[in-house]
């Protein structure tokens, strides 16, 4: 069983570098990076808002609602920054496929994956 999930972790990281390795190599993957955090972490901090709102009462609800509008324009603005670098760097990646190596090619990733399927039927529940 140990090795079964030891085959796993490899594969788990090999696949990691591999995408890493891949997105290095796209112009657009920082900008698409950071505008992916940008908004995740605005929906974070819409969602604290909306917590805020719903705890609030008269008048502080009044002005969480204010708030609360102002982020979620902000979040659109955000979103739309995003889609777009998202959009180059998914244009960029289908227009240089050709260079790019695919985790499922990977010769070691298929050595791995045929020795976990040996290991599987003798370890228990995952002999399906």
């Known amino acids: 069983m ?3 999930y030891e085959l796993a972790g490899k594969k788990s990281a090999r696949r990691t570098e591999l995408l890493q390795a891949s997105a ?3 112009p657009f993957f920082s900008a698409y990076r950071s505008a992916y955090q940008a908004l995740m972490a605005h929906v974070e901090k819409n969602q604290a808002a909306l917590d805020c709102r ?3 009462v008269d008048d502080e609800r009044v002005q969480a609602q204010a708030r609360l509008y102002e982020l979620r324009m902000d979040e659109r603005r955000l979103r739309i920054v995003y889609e777009e670098a998202e959009k ?4 960029w990646k289908k227009a240089h496929a050709e260079e790019l190596q695919a985790p499922d090619e990977d010769p070691d990733m298929a050595l791995w994956s045929k020795l ?5 039927p003798g370890i228990a529940g995952l002999a399906f």
Do not use: V
Request: charged residues 45%; positive net charge; proline residues 0%.
């Open 116 to 120: 976990q399927r040996m290991l599987a």
């Open 24 to 26: 290095a190599k796209n």
């Open 88 to 91: 180059k760097f998914k244009d």
């Open 54 to 56: 719903d705890r609030a």
């Open 2 to 4: 140990r090795t079964y």
